[in-house]
């Protein structure tokens, strides 16, 4: 029985092993690579720099306007993940709490849409709203993101507060407060691990987006990070040193911001599990 046991564990180890290892490659490589001139990444992309230089970073830096870069997409992901939170809890709870045949409608439709690919919708997105004047707009992308990523946070919102005892609510309304403040005072704090989940969901999927990004966005003043690194990727050539620095660098926040929050994140997931 401990034969048994110890090969089982070692198999799984071994299996942990592999799936790191297949993980952290693309990653370890775009590090190695982002060392090295463009002459030695042709020759062998796998082998480590000859002499490790900064020369990328600092011309990524440069080329990509990196600050100007970053402004705009934390910009574009604060803003987007609070009108994102911000309705679709609000529109949750307006759902699941007012039992109308309508409401049913709205939630089912909902659903549906997120079974939409954004690219079967790309080709009337560019046609109706250029018209209007909506794109090279920042704010209009926080408006594209909230209306793209709403069904998503209501339908996650929506089962969380299914769960939530309506008890609360009718001593909240009994002592006199009204259904906004019952909302944001009672109903929304105990919102707090789902809130968490969204939150990590949405920010990774703003701040990492190129495609929408790149329909909408088009002067050089407005562009996120994912736009400005896409740039060292020509149609002819491509500056594949400078580029895997660049990519380094819009990495780097994420990391910093994951390390901040850490434990939050975790307790929001471990939070929302066992709810």
Do not use: C
Not at 143 to 153: K, M, P, S
Request: net charge positive; hydrophobic share 60%.
């Amino acid at each position: 029985m401990k034969s048994n046991k110890l090969i089982k564990n070692s198999m799984l180890f071994l299996v942990a092993i592999i799936l790191f290892v297949l993980y952290i490659f693309p990653f370890a490589l775009i590090i190695i690579n982002s060392f090295k001139p463009r002459v030695e990444i042709l020759r062998n992309p796998l082998a480590l720099p000859t002499s490790f230089s900064l020369d990328n970073f600092i011309e990524a830096f440069n080329a990509m306007n990196f600050p100007r870069a970053f402004l705009n997409s934390l910009f574009v992901s604060v803003f987007a993940l609070a009108v994102i939170i911000i309705f679709s809890s609000m529109l949750a709870y307006f759902l699941a709490r007012w039992e109308w045949k309508i409401n049913k409608i709205i939630f089912l439709l909902l659903v549906l849409s997120m079974l939409i690919p954004f690219q079967v919708l790309m080709v009337p997105f560019v046609a109706i709203f250029g018209q209007l004047g909506f794109f090279n707009s920042k704010v209009s992308l926080v408006f594209f993101y909230l209306g793209f990523g709403v069904a998503q946070a209501t339908f996650l919102y929506h089962g969380f507060i299914k769960g939530i005892p309506k008890e609360l609510e009718e001593s909240a309304l009994v002592d006199g407060a009204s259904r906004g403040r019952v909302f944001f005072q009672v109903v929304f704090p105990m919102l707090k691990p789902i809130t968490s989940t969204i939150a990590i969901l949405n920010v990774l999927w703003v701040w990492n987006d190129f495609l929408l990004p790149s329909l909408v966005l088009t002067s050089p003043d407005v562009l996120t990070i994912p736009l400005s690194t896409a740039s060292f990727f020509g149609r002819f050539s491509a500056e594949f040193g400078v580029a895997m620095a660049a990519l380094i660098l819009a990495i780097i926040p994420v990391i910093i911001l994951y390390l901040v929050l850490q434990k939050q994140i975790i307790n929001g997931i471990v939070d929302g599990a066992l709810k």
